[in-house]
């Protein structure tokens, strides 16, 4: 069964031409586009032949994609739209993709252009190509869209992409550790090892002893875990950032009403909540409109 082309589509408030300027100067292009680390032009022998370009795709630990692409044909019409279609490929065995073809769109509207994009391309490897392609395509059609929103904000907004990607990547990079804490120390210490340091340590700070406190703690510890999912799952990440920025005082202050001397440990809870809690400070900051694939119709049916 073939996959459904890739279809990305938002509105950006200006015009024809100046998204048309950002999308089809190379320079320009590479700057937005996650899809693409560089992007050069080739000469053209005259001017009605299709523009030439290589590409570079860097994909980290030393490793990259080269290929090749050819503007093959540009409509202006009467509307004032404008369409750019394109066939790209790549002989690298390295890359699921072979060579596949596309258009841009850019249509103007009241309140500036439409700019959109529809893609598709062949796999090499066949049935086992086809089978990292259905994870591998919705990764492409999330950049595309990732890249989209960038491009808005940058002509909208002044932003530019380089920016906005850092604050993308530090924002998500914050995410995943928070998803990470709180779901290993709900897991592990309390739901796998029930260490006595937190039997302890929640007996001292309540009634509970004995196997009551120890059922405790593995309560506490589905909780934890349920919260660090909490943090792959809730889109605004600015609230859990300000809850944890009220929470980790409360955790610092209970851990030192549990056990003074605790504060004395390599490694302790002062100082872990501490640096958290300014990690949750920086996240705060680093959400505000942080850029998204979910601005952009993935559909025409949307």
């Given at each position: 069964?073939?996959?459904?082309p890739i279809y990305v589509e938002i509105p950006i408030k200006s015009s024809v031409d100046d998204v048309w300027e950002k999308s089809q100067n190379p320079k320009l292009h590479e700057q937005w586009d996650l899809r693409f680390t560089s992007i050069t032009y080739l000469p053209k022998k005259s001017e009605d032949e299709p523009q030439s370009f290589s590409y570079e795709t860097k994909i980290?630990?030393?490793?990259?994609?080269?290929?090749?692409?050819?503007?093959?044909?540009?409509?202006?019409?009467?509307?004032?739209?404008?369409?750019?279609?394109?066939?790209?490929?790549?002989?690298?065995?390295?890359?699921?993709?072979?060579?596949?073809?596309?258009?841009?769109?850019?249509?103007?509207?009241?309140?500036?252009?439409?700019?959109?994009?529809?893609?598709?391309?062949?796999?090499?490897?066949?049935?086992?190509?086809?089978?990292?392609?259905?994870?591998?395509?919705?990764?492409?059609?999330?950049?595309?869209?990732?890249?989209?929103?960038?491009?808005?904000?940058?002509?909208?907004?002044?932003?530019?992409?380089?920016?906005?990607?850092?604050?993308?990547?530090?924002?998500?990079?914050?995410?995943?550790?928070?998803?990470?804490?709180?779901?290993?120390?709900?897991?592990?210490?309390?739901?796998?090892?029930?260490?006595?340091?937190?039997?302890?340590?929640?007996?001292?700070?309540?009634?509970?002893?004995?196997?009551?406190?120890?059922?405790?703690?593995?309560?506490?510890?589905?909780?934890?875990?349920?919260?660090?999912?909490?943090?792959?799952?809730?889109?605004?990440?600015?609230?859990?950032?300000?809850?944890?920025?009220?929470?980790?005082?409360?955790?610092?202050?209970?851990?030192?009403?549990?056990?003074?001397?605790?504060?004395?440990?390599?490694?302790?809870?002062?100082?872990?909540?501490?640096?958290?809690?300014?990690?949750?400070?920086?996240?705060?900051?680093?959400?505000?409109?942080?850029?998204?694939?979910?601005?952009?119709?993935?559909?025409?049916?949307?």
């Open positions: 069964m073939k996959n459904k980290g630990l030393g490793l990259k994609v080269a290929g090749w692409g050819k503007s093959i044909g540009t409509h202006n019409k009467e509307d004032g739209s404008k369409t750019s279609s394109l066939h790209f490929g790549t002989p690298q065995k390295i890359s699921p993709i072979s060579e596949g073809k596309g258009y841009w769109r850019y249509i103007p509207t009241e309140k500036g252009t439409t700019f959109l994009t529809q893609y598709d391309y062949d796999v090499r490897y066949g049935i086992l190509g086809r089978i990292v392609d259905f994870f591998f395509r919705p990764l492409m059609g999330w950049a595309t869209a990732l890249s989209f929103d960038v491009l808005k904000r940058w002509i909208e907004e002044g932003e530019l992409p380089r920016t906005q990607f850092i604050r993308f990547f530090s924002h998500a990079l914050i995410t995943f550790l928070f998803f990470f804490i709180w779901f290993y120390q709900g897991l592990v210490p309390k739901l796998i090892a029930k260490h006595p340091e937190e039997v302890a340590m929640l007996s001292s700070l309540s009634s509970l002893q004995g196997d009551t406190a120890v059922k405790a703690v593995g309560i506490v510890g589905i909780l934890e875990v349920l919260f660090g999912l909490v943090w792959l799952l809730y889109r605004s990440k600015r609230h859990l950032h300000a809850l944890q920025i009220i929470v980790f005082p409360g955790l610092t202050l209970s851990a030192l009403l549990a056990d003074p001397t605790i504060s004395a440990h390599p490694f302790n809870p002062v100082t872990f909540n501490i640096s958290l809690w300014i990690l949750s400070v920086l996240g705060f900051v680093l959400a505000k409109d942080v850029p998204t694939a979910t601005s952009c119709k993935r559909s025409r049916k949307e």
